[in-house]
């Protein structure tokens, strides 16, 4: 599972890009300075670290030189957010940035981005956020629930009902502006707390017709 760290108040700035780092196989930290991020990868190693030039705490410059510096902290990539003024820039390939970008994101490029840096497939990471009623029968016993986001590899539910990791489901829901989708997946991810359950399907099988009508959903969604 990647680890994603995003440093200080920058969640509202990330909106645009939550969805491709609220990923099944994603894990999202956040940390309120420049302290408390490197006390958190000195625990975790994140994978890719988010941090804006305006840090809290500790400078931008000093928190990079920390990561930089330690050989066991050294290996994440880092994406800084920034203004775009030419200070920043210098100061971004001092601190050995992988990724200098400039606010408000382009989220086709912030994207194109963080799949680069975590060795991902882009296209697959694309989700769109979406918020729907699904039908679902397991063994036969119908059940409902509700999706927190699509892509065209499978899709987010939230139910009380429990399943295992393996299970298949036979899955029935409408996109919006298209018809019902009919597709059978797999349970790949379970998480759950008392009679809340979040589970992470697999599509099995997803006919064309249907995985156009995602893509097309996708791309209205991110643009």
């Known amino acids: 599972m990647k680890k994603i760290l995003i440093v200080d108040q920058i969640t509202a700035t990330l909106e645009q890009g939550k969805n491709i780092l609220s990923r099944a196989d994603f894990r999202v930290f956040t940390a309120s300075s420049g302290e408390e991020a490197l006390e958190l990868h000195r625990a975790q190693h994140m994978d890719l670290i988010i941090v804006d030039v305006a840090l809290q705490g500790m400078s931008v410059d000093n928190f990079c030189s920390a990561v930089r510096d330690d050989k066991l902290l050294r290996h994440v990539s880092i994406i800084m957010l920034g203004a775009g003024s030419d200070s920043e820039r210098q100061l971004s390939a001092r601190c050995k940035i992988n990724s200098y970008m400039t606010k408000p994101i382009r ?55 429990v399943f295992a990791k393996g299970d298949r ?13 009919v597709v059978d997946a797999e349970v790949t991810r379970v998480e759950g707390r008392e009679n809340d359950f979040q589970y992470g399907l697999r599509f099995l099988d997803l006919k064309p017709a249907y995985r156009t009508a995602i893509e097309k959903l996708i791309k209205t969604r991110n643009h």
Do not use: H, M, W
């Open 107 to 161: 989220q086709s490029l912030f994207l194109d981005t963080v799949s680069k840096l975590l060795d991902i497939p882009a296209r697959k990471s694309y989700r769109a956020l979406l918020k729907v009623s699904v039908t679902g029968k397991f063994n036969e016993e119908p059940f409902f629930c509700n999706s927190r986001n699509i892509s065209t590899s499978g899709v987010l539910i939230e139910t009380g009902k």
């Open 169 to 181: 489901i036979s899955c029935y829901f409408f996109l919006p502006g298209s018809g019902q989708v």
